[in-house]
């Protein structure tokens, strides 16, 4: 977010916990990309903060809510709030209880977080609520694949093969995945945090229904070793279908992930080693 988009939203978040009942003297900037995650203080409140037209924030509290409610590892909204969305100035804010982070994503034990990812999905597995299918997310990409408007520095050469690569991908795991269900959808280790109680998910906006090998493919390759009944191969192609996902976001124009351009060029060329590997029905860089 540019300076003023962040003063917007932080000028938003601030109002609305006042007028909430929540003290707030100060803000703390703790995460900016696309959305922005505040600390209020002293009422010590997360907030998080997006463009109206690109929050989720009634699915991501719905299912935090219903997980929180079963003893799940997840960050849940602030209790002394109502869970919803508010929306002030063109943005949307929601508020979730604060952990301070006990450690670095870089120290996270893959055993601990292989098992408090199993409890994640455990507990997912009776949520009751509508989610968006893996897939959904993969045609999301090939959107901005296939519009130059809104990928206008993608060569004509990555477009082609980003987007074969996508739609070789899906269908191999469509044709291979067994059991689906509610995931976490980004279980990134940016996405964990390590708190006194132990760890917890956050950032439950991208839940998607599929494989947990999706989410798997989003964590350290060693976290796979220490989960249960994992099929390697189609991790494989999880962790493939991600790399080109990824990439693809960085290419959109209307991207603000810091350094993203540069990631993306990575993380295409990590795409094209990888399906080199797959034989000949995949598509070469």
């Not at 003023?4 to 601030?14: G, I, L």
Request: proline share 8%; aromatic share 4%.
């Amino acid at each position: 977010m540019s300076s003023s988009r962040v003063e917007r939203a932080t000028a938003a978040a601030r109002e609305i916990a006042t007028s909430l009942g929540l003290p707030v003297d100060d803000a703390v900037v703790l995460h900016e990309s696309n959305k922005i995650a505040l600390r209020l203080v002293p009422a010590d409140v997360m907030a998080r903060v997006a463009p109206v037209g690109e929050h989720v924030g009634w699915l991501e509290l719905d299912v935090a809510r219903q997980l929180a409610a079963t003893g799940s590892p997840v960050a849940a909204p602030d209790p002394r709030v109502e869970p919803v969305v508010h929306e002030r100035d063109g943005v949307a804010v929601t508020f979730w209880t604060y952990h301070a982070p006990t450690s670095t994503p870089d120290d996270l034990d893959p055993a601990d977080y292989a098992g408090t990812l199993g409890r994640l999905h455990a507990g997912m597995r009776d949520v009751d609520v509508p989610t968006p299918h893996f897939t959904d997310r993969v045609g999301e990409a090939l959107r901005l694949v296939g519009d130059r408007a809104l990928t206008p520095e993608l060569g004509d050469a990555d477009r082609h093969f980003l987007g074969a690569a996508l739609r070789t991908l899906a269908r191999r795991i469509g044709e291979r995945a067994g059991a689906e269900q509610v995931l976490h959808g980004e279980p990134h280790p940016g996405n964990v945090l390590p708190t006194k109680g132990g760890l917890l998910f956050i950032d439950l906006e991208t839940c998607c229904r599929g494989p947990v090998e999706f989410d798997l493919a989003h964590a350290p390759d060693v976290v796979a070793d220490h989960y249960p009944g994992v099929d390697h191969e189609l991790l494989r192609d999880c962790r493939l279908l991600g790399l080109g996902m990824v990439a693809a976001w960085r290419w959109d124009r209307d991207d603000r992930l810091p350094d993203g351009r540069r990631l993306g060029e990575e993380w295409l060329g990590r795409l094209k080693e990888g399906m080199d590997a797959l034989g000949p029905e995949a598509p070469r860089g």
